[in-house]
């Protein structure tokens, strides 16, 4: 299984960034590198609650849990991690 930084990156990469030579890096924020308007992250919400197996509540939908690579790797491990306790 490929890691969540990779899979979120080719959806991102596949469906909003235009150009092969565009790199997103790992902590590059998606709002100020304009990668994602509001509608994007609707569309990545829903990318990664399916890919990934979970619900996101909507308090939840914050940039420090969306706004970047690493901020998603960090929220769905969080995420599982509660999950597995209960």
Known sequence: MQDIKTMVRKFLLDN???????????????????????TG???LIMFIEESFDLKVEDAEMLPENFDSLVNIEGYI???RAVNAAT
């Open 16 to 38: 909003f960034v235009m150009g092969s030579n565009v790199e997103i890096a790992d902590d590059a924020s998606f709002m100020k590198g304009h990668i994602l308007d509001s």
């Open 41 to 43: 992250f609707i569309e």
């Open 77 to 79: 491990a969080r995420k």
